[in-house]
């Protein structure tokens, strides 16, 4: 069974001056595998990500809700959160009550709050069906490959070459130097081009 943890915000009075905060963390309690929900004056301070940190660890969550601002703003910073709690970072969903909801609805509380639990529990469906991904890395041959041998292709071969890579150079035909080598004279000198 999976253990969600719904963290909604207050933002100061940017969200709580027009969504009743309280009432959309007591909602998200009611919502399956939501095993924990609190408010916090200002969950991406430094004491609001230690709340989500304890929480994970004391509550056992698997999975987090943050209902906040933008994910612009915060999503990396919940998910480091979670992550220093013991929580897969994929398993974070941001919940943006802010400006979809607090800012839309300013004069509407019971709207605003309506739809901010709306929010909250798309986020939880979503949560609940997530998977923890992992971040691959892979090695990085540090070499470049050049296609086309004529003026640019020479050019930007030994642009790259000047940078300290190895460079492959490689053309369709066996002599370098493309249009280039059709030409009996160049500009600006008109010297000879072969």
Avoid at 181 to 189: E, G, I, M, N
């Amino acid at each position: 069974m999976k253990r969600v943890g719904v963290f909604v915000c207050h933002c100061g009075t940017n969200i709580a001056a027009s969504v009743d905060v309280k009432a959309v963390a007591e909602a998200a309690r009611q919502m399956p595998d939501v095993a924990y929900s609190t408010d916090y004056q200002f969950m991406c301070s430094e004491p609001g990500q230690n709340l989500i940190k304890s929480a994970i660890k004391e509550q056992g969550l698997d999975r987090v809700v943050v209902a906040c601002c933008t994910p612009r703003l915060h999503e990396q910073t919940f998910r480091k959160a979670s992550a220093d709690g013991g929580v897969n970072q994929f398993l974070v969903e941001i919940a943006n009550i802010r400006e979809q909801c607090a800012w839309v609805h300013k004069n509407d509380i019971p709207r605003a709050t309506k739809k901010s639990i709306d929010l909250v529990r798309t986020a939880v469906a979503k949560v609940r069906r997530n998977v923890p991904l992992s971040t691959p890395t892979i090695p990085v041959t540090r070499k470049a490959l050049v296609v086309g041998a004529g003026i640019a292709g020479m050019q930007a071969a030994i642009d790259i070459a000047d940078a300290g890579y190895e460079v492959v150079l490689l053309d369709r035909d066996t002599t370098i130097g493309g249009n280039m080598v059709k030409l009996d004279k160049t500009f600006p000198t008109l010297d000879c081009s072969a």
